[in-house]
């Protein structure tokens, strides 16, 4: 079946350091991936996607590129914030599953100032 | 637009006890979800509801039940608690696109 697998945590940065949270998928067919930040206290948010190979998705200074090649959607940023203190979770949803998605089991990340 | 709301958000039961935990949206979405989140786990798929009128299992069903009441509700049933059921449950809905997640109800099984 499908998985996920993210680097573990926890990470801890100082302010503006580079950031990069390793994620890799097993999957059948062409799947979209995702990432995903829940901060403390709160639901998931969709943090950016990428629908097919060399897609490179961003939002927030954030970026993912699907990597077929390496079956990977590494997550980086360049310059992290305080406020990016959050536990990020990796996903794949393949086009035969319902829209169902499967995660990877979550890295928290914490900024220090 | 509120999204995607949850009730409770706090609940403590007694092993055996029973209880349901509500969700509903407000983004006319035919799909809708129930996770579990457990540390180390990320989050598992424990029912969801393609369509109104439609349930199906997903990778942990055993122990719940779902209702899908209309299109905007979805309802998780518990009927004898277990500690193992101690967890985050987090409900979401989807059309097309991404899922988006209500806030979540923290459930504590003693």
């Known amino acids: 079946g499908d998985s996920v697998t993210q680097m573990e945590g926890p990470v801890t940065l100082s302010e503006e350091a580079f950031l990069t949270i390793n994620c890799t998928y097993t999957?059948?067919?062409?799947?979209?991936l995702f990432w995903y930040v829940q901060y403390p206290g709160e639901g998931l948010q969709l943090l950016l996607k990428?629908?097919?190979?060399?897609d490179k998705g961003s939002n927030k200074g954030f970026e993912a590129t699907y990597r077929k090649e390496t079956t990977s959607f590494h997550l980086e940023k360049g310059s992290v914030q305080v406020s990016d203190s959050a536990v990020y979770f990796c996903?794949?949803?393949?086009?035969?599953?319902?829209?169902?998605?499967?995660f990877g089991s979550g890295t928290q990340l914490t900024v220090l100032p | 637009n509120a999204g995607v709301t949850q009730t409770p958000k706090f609940q403590v039961l007694k092993t055996g006890q029973s209880m349901t935990l509500q969700c509903a949206q407000d983004?006319?979405?035919?799909?809708m979800y129930w996770y579990r989140q457990d540390p180390g786990m990320g989050l598992r798929l424990i029912y969801y509801?393609?369509?109104?009128?439609?349930?199906d299992k997903g990778e942990v069903p055993n122990g719940y039940n779902v209702s899908r009441l209309n299109k905007r509700e979805f309802s998780l049933r518990l009927e004898s608690a277990a500690p193992s059921q101690t967890s985050v449950y987090f409900c979401?809905?989807?059309?097309?696109?991404?899922?988006?997640f209500g806030p979540g109800t923290r459930l504590t099984v003693t």
């Open positions: 509801s393609a369509s109104e009128g439609t349930t």
């Open positions: 996903a794949l949803r393949n086009a035969g599953s319902a829209r169902q998605l499967t």
């Open positions: 983004m006319n979405h035919n799909s």
């Open positions: 999957a059948t067919g062409y799947p979209s």
């Open positions: 990428a629908t097919k190979a060399d």
């Open positions: 979401a809905s989807s059309e097309v696109g991404e899922q988006y």
